[in-house]
């Protein structure tokens, strides 16, 4: 692994730490989305921040760069935040290939709303402001913006008290009922574990209208995280399936990454069937209780609507995610730098009638054919 080191000035803008704040900017994930058509390039900026940079060829003309999660630089001013990055796009542009037509930031900057669990604390949303020319706002977020993390250095006590009261009675439902829970990792994880989550994803992606990578995807990164051989820059990693079953048949399914101090659950599934035995709190919590035990101080839900929006398409996934109390964070999202403005203009128009169709129309079109 090679690391090109950059000098952009940011010394007293962060906390020093050789290791990164998010999964995403691990050389672990990296290695990873390597796998999958990505090249990693590898920087670190004033001797102190570490900064992974995926690129990703277009077509054979055209690639666009990925900076996830990153720069993690505490920068409040909007005005700072664009010069920051326009700083960094420029600093990188010789170590990338000359074909980028961009450089995509997802920065972890944002604002938080304390308590999700509570329904008066974010009626009045806070939103991040947006950055200003020649940032431009991307057509659609990689990342989501929008989420709920969990403080758990608090007790399980304290965790379970801040849940809706619906809540902590499903998750001691599920248990009542018979719902086992199995922590399924390493070669485990990838055969017997990723085999029931993907038949539960796929019934849950024709439910719900979601796209789904193919099975060696999730397999990939189940396995990769127990081979994985971790450089000075990686946090410790553990990925898991979590299953839910009911009489020795899954019924529901979780997909985490355990990552130094965070947590992060990536996928969910769920059959059809047995959705009454409230299998997902179930998952949820044992998944939290494993993540403070193996040393993380935070658990994050990684997605939800921007509000509490009873139209959204995926306004479920607000009710469960806030209902086990955390705070809600709002991130400004995908900006990117444009390197060559031509290009760029027609990938943006392409981009954008693609994140259309299957963000919004699809999702319409599985709405109307339900209430038909």
């Given amino acids: 692994m090679t690391i090109e080191k950059l000098t952009l000035g940011t010394e007293g803008t962060r ?10 900017q691990t050389p672990f994930w990296a290695s990873f989305k390597e796998d999958h058509g990505w090249k990693a390039f590898f920087f670190l900026l004033d001797e102190t921040l570490p900064l992974t940079v995926l690129v990703r060829p277009l077509s054979r003309f055209a690639s666009i760069a990925y900076v996830p999660l990153g720069p ?14 326009l700083e960094t796009a420029r600093a990188l542009r010789p170590f990338l290939p000359k074909n980028v037509i961009a450089v995509r930031f997802d920065p972890p900057w944002g604002t938080t709303i304390e308590n999700a669990a509570d329904e008066e604390c974010h009626i009045e949303h806070t939103f991040p402001a947006p950055l200003a020319r020649p940032a431009r706002k991307a057509s659609a977020d990689v990342q989501p913006p929008d989420t709920v993390i969990l403080d758990l ?11 809706k009261p619906k809540w902590r009675y499903n998750v001691k439902l599920a248990e009542k009922k018979g719902v086992q829970i199995r922590a399924l990792s390493g070669i485990e994880g990838a055969t017997e574990g990723i085999d029931a989550f993907y038949g539960l994803y ?3 992606a024709k439910r719900d209208g979601i796209a789904v990578h193919d099975k060696e995807y999730y397999r990939d990164l189940i396995a990769g995280a127990a081979d994985y051989r971790a450089t000075d820059l990686d946090n410790r990693i553990s990925a898991r399936v979590y299953l839910a079953e009911h009489e020795g048949k899954p019924i529901a399914s979780i997909v985490t990454l355990f990552s130094g101090k965070e947590a992060t659950y990536l996928y969910g599934a769920s059959s059809n069937e047995k959705r009454n035995l409230m299998p997902a709190y179930a998952l949820q919590w ?13 658990y994050d839900f990684y997605g939800i609507p921007p ?11 607000w009710r469960f995610k806030t ?3 955390g705070a809600i964070v709002h991130r400004i999202g995908s900006w990117d730098i444009p390197e060559r403005p031509i290009l760029y203009a ?15 129309a699809v999702k319409r079109l599985r709405g109307i054919r339900r209430t038909s």
Avoid: Q, V
């Fill in 72 to 85: 993690a630089l505490s920068i409040a001013e909007s005005s700072e935040r664009t010069a920051k990055l």
């Fill in 153 to 163: 250095t608090l007790s399980s006590e304290t965790l379970l008290a801040n849940m």
């Fill in 346 to 360: 027609a990938y943006r128009l392409a981009e954008s009638a693609r994140s259309f169709w299957f963000k919004k």
């Fill in 15 to 24: 906390t020093f730490s050789l290791l990164p704040n998010s999964f995403l």
């Fill in 202 to 204: 796929l019934e849950t």
């Fill in 307 to 317: 509000n509490d929006d009873p139209t959204h398409p995926m306004h479920g996934l």
């Fill in 286 to 298: 044992r998944a939290i209780r494993d993540a403070a035990e193996w040393g993380c101080e935070r």
């Fill in 323 to 325: 209902g086990f109390g």
